[in-house]
């Protein structure tokens, strides 16, 4: 989100933008014999990609 003002002859101009995004994945299937893999982060607080499960 941004923010612009500009001040012209006594007057302000105000200018507001804003961006959205959101992707959503779901685990199909994983290699045979994994429950999960870790994607990032460490072993007890990462992302998990589990087996029938969104992925945000």
Same mark, same amino acid.
């Given at each position: 989100?941004? $923010? +612009?003002? +500009?001040? %012209? ?6 200018? #507001?933008?804003?961006?959205? +995004? @959101? &992707?959503?994945? @779901? ?7 994994? @429950?999960? %893999? #870790? ?5 007890? $607080?990462? &992302?998990?990609? %589990?087996?029938?499960?969104?992925? +945000?």
């Amino acid at each position: 989100m941004g $923010l +612009t003002v +500009t001040p %012209i002859r006594r007057a302000v101009v105000w200018n #507001l933008r804003g961006n959205f +995004t @959101k &992707n959503v994945s @779901k685990v199909v299937s994983l290699p045979e014999g994994s @429950k999960e %893999i #870790l994607i990032s982060g460490s072993s007890d $607080l990462g &992302n998990f990609a %589990i087996e029938g499960n969104l992925s +945000t």
